[in-house]
């Protein structure tokens, strides 16, 4: 990064009311994926971002899917595929910590090891935000209870664990479910093989972002 790149969350595109709940999670300025991510989401680009665990990349995709959300509008709007419930359920969390800035966002896990039917009930309830695992997203997909139509953000989180963990297929059958004109956003913390192939195959025009082990 060099060194004119600016640090502070002031200087994106963001609410006066999002700035101040980073400023009450003492999210004093921006980790270096954030930095070089945060103006190319905004801005609307497909993203391919590689950076070690740990370096802040949640919230390099949540705050752009934030900043486009239309509270008032009950439907999913973002979904986040994740390797695991675990990861699924922190993404959730970082995600609902986020959203405080706006009214009544309503983030909805769905994930397998649940009970899908209750899944089906707080879905027909309406939620604007979903993160699942691969297998309960094609499910709900498949049966209907899950309604793409809205959808402007894609995100992908720890592809590289998801690609490991035999998902290619899923990931696949699931973003050709959604509408072309979403932004799709890519997040791993190593770059193998498949990541390049998934992205040729679902992101349209992608600016890719890499940091090095130094950052
Ligand atoms: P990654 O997905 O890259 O492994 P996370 O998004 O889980 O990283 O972030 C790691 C930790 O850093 C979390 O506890 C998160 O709340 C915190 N964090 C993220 N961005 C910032 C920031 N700009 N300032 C302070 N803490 C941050
Ligand atoms: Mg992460």
């Not at 002031?10 to 999670?25: E, T, W």
């Not at 359920?89 to 994930?111: F, H, M, P």
């Not at 899923?170 to 990541?195: K, M, N």
């Amino acid at each position: 990064m060099t060194e004119t790149t600016s640090r502070s969350f002031a200087s994106l595109p963001l609410s006066a009311a999002q700035l101040a709940v980073l400023q009450q999670l003492e999210y004093v300025e921006m980790t270096p994926i954030q930095a070089a991510t945060l103006p190319l989401a905004l801005a609307g680009h497909d993203l391919i971002a590689q950076a070690k665990t740990g370096s802040g990349k949640t919230a390099a995709f949540a705050l752009p899917l934030l900043a486009r959300l239309n509270p008032r509008h009950f439907g999913v709007q973002a979904m986040l595929i994740c390797p695991t419930r675990e990861l699924a359920e922190q993404v959730a969390q970082e995600l609902r910590r986020l959203a405080r800035a706006q009214d009544n966002i309503k983030v909805l896990t769905l994930c397998g090891g649940s009970p899908a039917r209750a899944q089906v009930n707080s879905l027909e309830h309406g939620a604007h935000i979903v993160v699942g695992t691969p297998g309960r997203l094609m499910d709900h997909i498949e049966r209907g209870s899950l309604k793409l139509d809205g959808l402007n953000t894609l995100v992908l989180d720890e592809a590289d664990r998801m690609l490991d963990m035999g998902f290619f297929d899923d990931i696949a059958w699931v973003a050709s479910h959604c509408p072309t004109g979403r932004q799709t956003l890519l997040f791993s913390a190593t770059y193998p093989e498949g990541i390049a192939k998934l992205a040729s195959q679902f992101l349209r025009q992608p600016r890719q972002v890499k940091l090095t082990e130094t950052h």
